[in-house]
């Protein structure tokens, strides 16, 4: 379990207010040979200053069928569904 929290501006400083965040696990994967349940999208919304604060379960040592661990990519999305990052 963790805390996870961002600030999210555009280049110009304006906030990205109101946006979207959304953290996706990168290919699915089990633990220690059983299948686990892990979220394959987490998503929430940034506040008016931009802000993300948000408490998420990862389990970030999840091996895949080729041996490798996961990961959760992030992405930031404007209050129109445009990526920002």
Known sequence: MGV???VF??????????GLYQWKLN???VELGTAC????LISGNLD??????AT???NDILGTSGGT???????????QGSQVS
């Open 69 to 79: 661990n996961t990961t959760y990519q992030h992405k930031v999305k404007d209050n």
């Open 9 to 18: 501006i555009y280049p110009n400083g304006s906030a990205v207010a109101n």
């Open 56 to 58: 998420f379960a990862f």
């Open 4 to 6: 996870v929290t961002g």
């Open 27 to 29: 290919v699915d994967a």
């Open 37 to 40: 349940v892990a979220p394959v």
């Open 48 to 53: 008016n200053g931009g802000a993300m604060t």
